[in-house]
């Protein structure tokens, strides 16, 4: 028991020390664009899941979910356009490079040949369906995806991202359990 609390001390520490290293690199680095992306990106996701129960609620599951869709791909169009050309993304790839998670997702969107092919086809619905508009956009960009393709997958993207996470996952909560719920026991 007691190893197991100094594996666990030793590792806090080593990530304590890498956010130490990491925020003075970024507070040199940021860029006006960068930080009202950051912004935009806490706004979004102070608001997004309040937002899209409310569109389930008022227009229904599927009518809330293509609503909540539009908003998002809108949200992943003003990312990518901040994001662009950004000097930090340039920073913290050159960073992630020489970790062994970043030699691992390099040889998925540089990959050459037909492997190379299949991993990103592979790769980007797991990006597009898992990932909100903010890290498609810092995921498409890290990984130089080329402009047309970063667009078309991040802002089209939003609309089946939605249907799966507004529609089915909230849709299905909301009409399954807190609507029943407000109908018997408040209203």
């Known amino acids: 028991?007691?190893?197991?609390?100094?594996?666990r001390?030793?590792?806090?520490?080593e990530a304590k020390a890498a956010v130490q290293k990491l925020v003075p690199f970024l507070r040199h680095r940021l860029?006006?664009?960068?930080?009202?992306?950051?912004?935009?990106w806490r706004l979004e996701a102070a608001t997004i899941t309040p937002l899209a129960l409310l569109l389930?609620?008022?227009?229904?599951?599927?009518?809330?979910?293509?609503?909540m869709g539009s908003i998002?791909?809108?949200y992943a169009?003003?990312?990518?356009?901040?994001?662009?050309?950004?000097?930090?993304?340039?920073?913290?790839?050159?960073w992630i490079?020489?970790?062994?998670?970043?030699?691992?997702?390099?040889?998925?969107?540089?990959?050459?040949?037909?492997?190379?092919?299949a991993r990103r086809a592979i790769a980007v619905p797991f990006v597009v369906m898992l990932l909100g508009p903010f890290w498609r956009a810092v995921t498409f960009h890290l990984f130089r995806m080329p402009r047309w393709a970063a667009w078309t997958f991040s802002v089209a993207g939003s609309i089946p991202?939605?249907?799966?996470?507004?529609?089915?996952v909230l849709g299905g909560l909301w009409e399954g359990l807190v609507w029943p719920f407000l109908k018997d026991h408040v209203i």
């Not at 028991?1 to 594996?7: K, L, P, Q, R």
């Not at 001390?9 to 520490?13: K, P, S, T």
């Not at 860029?31 to 935009?40: I, M, Q, V, Y």
């Not at 389930?56 to 609503?67: E, F, K």
């Open 1 to 7: 028991m007691a190893e197991g609390a100094e594996v």
């Open 31 to 40: 860029t006006p664009r960068f930080g009202l992306a950051l912004s935009l």
């Open 56 to 67: 389930v609620a008022t227009l229904g599951r599927w009518s809330g979910a293509l609503a």
């Open 161 to 168: 991202h939605s249907l799966l996470w507004t529609g089915l």
């Open 9 to 13: 001390a030793e590792v806090r520490g």
């Open 77 to 94: 169009a003003a990312f990518l356009f901040l994001l662009e050309g950004d000097p930090l993304l340039s920073d913290v790839r050159a």
């Open 97 to 117: 490079t020489g970790r062994r998670l970043g030699r691992l997702l390099e040889g998925v969107f540089e990959g050459q040949g037909w492997s190379g092919t």
């Open 72 to 74: 998002t791909a809108a």
